[in-house]
C-alpha cells in the first residue's frame, strides 16, 4: 500500500511539473500546443528591444489578425497604416520541443521567408512570443484572441 502511494504522489509531481513548457507559463495544462495555438490572435501589447511600441505596432498594423489552424497553415492580414489591405499566408511548425513556432510565408510579401518565435506563454486566452526581427531587432509580442 505504501509503494502505492509513493508511486501515486510520483506519478502526479510528473504531471503537474511537466505542464510548465515555457517561461512565464502556465504553470499547468491540459490542452495540447496545437489547441492552444489554433485561433485568430490581434496584437495586445508589442516591445522592441524592451521599450514599448505597442502604439506604433497598432497604427502600422492596423485590424491585424493571426489566424493559426490547426491543419498547420496559417494566414495573417492587417492594414498597413489603415491603407489597402495586407494578406499572407503559409504553414507552420513546432520544434520538437515545442518551444518554438516557425512560419514559412507561401503567398505575401516575401514567399519562402522564415520567422521563427519563442514561445514564452501560451493558454487559451494568451500566446506570448518573442522573436528577432529582420534589422537585428528582438520583438516581444503578445497576442490576445
Known amino acids: 500500500m505504501k509503494t502505492q502511494k509513493i508511486t501515486l504522489l ?3 509531481s510528473l504531471i503537474l511539473f511537466a ?18 495555438l489554433e ?3 490581434a496584437i495586445e501589447a508589442v516591445s522592441k528591444n524592451d ?16 489566424d493559426i489552424q490547426k491543419n ?5 492580414k492587417y492594414r498597413p497604416l489603415n491603407i489597402g489591405n495586407y494578406t499572407e499566408d503559409g504553414v507552420w511548425v513546432l520544434s ?9 510565408q507561401n503567398k505575401g510579401a516575401n514567399p519562402g521567408a522564415k520567422s521563427a518565435w519563442t514561445i514564452m506563454r501560451l493558454t487559451n486566452s ?3 512570443a ?4 529582420g534589422n537585428g531587432d528582438k520583438i516581444y509580442v503578445k497576442l490576445k484572441p
Open 39 to 41: 485561433g485568430k490572435w
Open 130 to 133: 518573442q522573436y528577432t526581427d
Open 19 to 36: 505542464g510548465c513548457r515555457y517561461e512565464e507559463g502556465p504553470k499547468i495544462t491540459f490542452r495540447s500546443v496545437k489547441a492552444r
Open 51 to 66: 521599450k514599448d511600441e505597442t502604439d506604433n505596432y497598432k497604427n502600422a498594423l492596423v485590424n491585424y489578425e493571426l
Open 72 to 76: 498547420g497553415n496559417y494566414d495573417l
Open 10 to 12: 510520483f506519478v502526479l
Open 96 to 104: 520538437d520541443d515545442k518551444k518554438v513556432i516557425t512560419f514559412t
Open 126 to 128: 494568451e500566446f506570448w
